[in-house]
Nanobody, 125 residues
């Protein structure tokens, strides 16, 4: 049974930083591409960032390029999202997700079969 557990969310002032972590279990982590998504109240879930199973490829939403960095440690079965220069519009519940994928990355929520419970990120102005 695949389990993804996010942590690291919280309340931060605009311009601040947070680092989210997602610990995976119940899967061969190195076979899975990973993604981060977010959902704000009243809005659809949207893509934030993704990373290939080896970490060689990454992809970002335009809204976070240059501010967020996705990375992974396959020895620790963990994927990270470093978020810098946070803005109030980054406020959302952040979810990590996994997809069995040999090469490349995915960015559509429909492509991901396993999801975490989410962690709240609130950015105050």
């Amino acid at each position: 049974q695949v389990q993804l557990v996010e942590s690291g969310g919280g309340l931060v002032q605009a311009g601040g930083s947070l680092r989210l972590s997602c610990a995976a279990s119940g899967l061969t982590f190195s076979r899975y591409a990973m993604g981060w998504f977010r959902q704000a109240p009243g809005k659809e879930r949207e893509f934030v960032a993704a990373i290939s199973r080896t970490g060689a490829s990454t992809n970002y939403a335009d809204s976070v390029k240059g501010r967020f960095t996705i990375s992974r440690d396959n020895a620790k079965n963990t994927v990270y999202l470093q978020m810098n220069s946070l803005k109030p519009e980054d406020t959302a519940v952040y979810y990590c997700a996994a997809v069995l994928l040999a090469y490349g990355v995915k960015s559509s929520p429909r492509d991901f079969g396993s999801w975490g419970q989410g962690t709240q990120v609130t950015v105050s102005s």
